[in-house]
């Protein structure tokens, strides 16, 4: 295959949806561009959703090119409009804690550069404001802005009115203290990013640039990594690795090679290698499972991936020698659970935690040896169930025929 330029294997991954002047294609050809993406601290970690942003930016950093990571600790405490509903408002001491668990995490995982925008917003009074940036932008321009016309007839408050006017003034900034010429987002910030660029041909009369990436989403246009509205956080002590492998696992097959593309570093002919397998076998999950190695490795290390492929395997074939309690109880998290105090017989145990329903039903999964413990068959209805079999000393996992799995914990 031959060998494609940057701004080629970016399309060919899917990640360019619109750029703002052409004359950018030779300029991330070349490498040596300072560029920045943006985020805003409504919560201590990133999550999945930003990690295709984030990795767009990896991408340009390893073409040669300097990336700075822009939180909002200005632009956090007014809030980017959302399409059908205000943000809530979060407190000051909020916004520096959550600050500085950005920080850390966007250092460790992605080695970038970090700003604060707050930096040189806090000093702007409202008379600087106006006069010096709001009298660059036509209410009509604003308008025409996609966030804020799905607003108009549900109504948008001045604040968040504002919000493009304070991001542009970030885009600036940048551009004469940094020469950062560039900015990187998802395709919903497209708006935000050409009125910095307006801002900067205005005030400045120069050209500066901008790329946005298609969000990733499911196949009915959902965003990647929301689930039931739950983000997966990139914080494993948030979102574990075994729950980041388990949500890969489930991806659907129509979408995933367009994740790889987009999620992963692997090359082109590594996933086009990847597609030819799975493709010849769907239910082995050989590409769901190409980019759960890949995204966790990348996110946590490969320790935390084989950690996360030890759990599923074990919890999925039963074999759950070797795990913890620790690690049963995180991979069997959706599995009904059954708080024990004592000794207890297995027929109570089965009947009076519905885990059968009657005393007639559970003898029968017992003469059929079809109740096991801890992968351990169990034929005697009498047989006491206490602590001495828990792992740790902790939990036990009932098995009822091929499906059905229970968690026991003791206090």
Not at 1 to 26: A, C, F, H
Not at 78 to 89: F, V, Y
Request: proline fraction near 3%; aromatic fraction near 8%; charge should be negative.
């Amino acid at each position: 295959m031959k060998k494609m330029t940057l701004y080629e294997e970016l399309q060919w991954r899917g990640l360019v949806q619109d750029i703002s002047n052409p004359e950018l294609i030779d300029k991330l050809n070349k490498g040596g561009l300072t560029f920045y993406i943006g985020t805003d601290p409504t919560a201590d970690s990133m999550h999945i959703g930003h990690y295709s942003s984030f990795l767009i930016s990896k991408r340009l950093a390893k073409a040669g090119h300097h990336p700075i990571l822009l939180v909002g600790g200005a632009t956090g405490l007014i809030g980017d409009p959302k399409p059908n509903a205000e943000r809530p408002m979060i407190t000051k001491e909020e916004v520096e804690h959550n600050i500085a668990g950005l920080k850390k995490q966007a250092e460790d995982i992605f080695g970038f550069e970090v700003v604060n925008n707050y930096e040189w917003t806090k000093d702007i009074n409202v008379l600087d404001f106006l006069r010096d940036y709001g009298k660059f932008f036509n209410i009509n321009y604003m308008l025409a802005k996609d966030k804020v016309k799905s607003r108009l007839e549900s109504g948008i408050t001045y604040a968040e009115f504002s919000y493009m006017i304070l991001q542009a003034l970030d885009f600036l900034y940048l551009f004469e203290h940094r020469n950062c010429i560039l900015q990187v987002a998802g395709s919903d910030q497209w708006g935000n990013i050409t009125s910095g660029i307006e801002l900067i041909r205005k005030k400045l009369d120069k050209e500066a640039y901008g790329m946005v990436m298609p969000l990733v989403t499911d196949s009915q246009g959902k965003k990647f990594g929301k689930t039931e509205g739950n983000a997966l956080w990139l914080d494993k002590n948030k979102t574990s690795s075994y729950e980041l492998y388990q949500y890969c696992i489930g991806l659907e097959d129509s979408m995933i090679i367009t994740y790889l593309k987009m999620l992963t570093f692997l090359t082109p002919e590594e996933i086009m290698n990847i597609e030819k397998e799975h493709m010849a076998a769907p239910e082995k999950h050989l590409a769901q499972k190409a980019l759960a190695k890949e995204i966790i490795t990348d996110l946590h290390g490969a320790e935390e991936y084989n950690k996360a492929e030890q759990i599923s395997n074990a919890l999925f074939s039963g074999d759950i020698t070797g795990l913890s309690a620790k690690d049963i109880m995180l991979g069997m998290k959706l599995v009904p659970s059954i708080n024990l105090e004592g000794p207890i017989k297995l027929l109570d145990l089965l009947v009076d935690n519905g885990i059968c329903t009657s005393r007639r039903e559970a003898r029968e999964m017992l003469t059929s040896n079809a109740i096991s413990i801890n992968n351990e068959k169990y034929t005697d209805e009498n047989a006491l169930i206490d602590q001495s079999i828990a792992i740790d000393n902790k939990v036990i996992v009932i098995r009822k025929g091929k499906k059905k799995q229970f968690l026991g914990i003791f206090k």
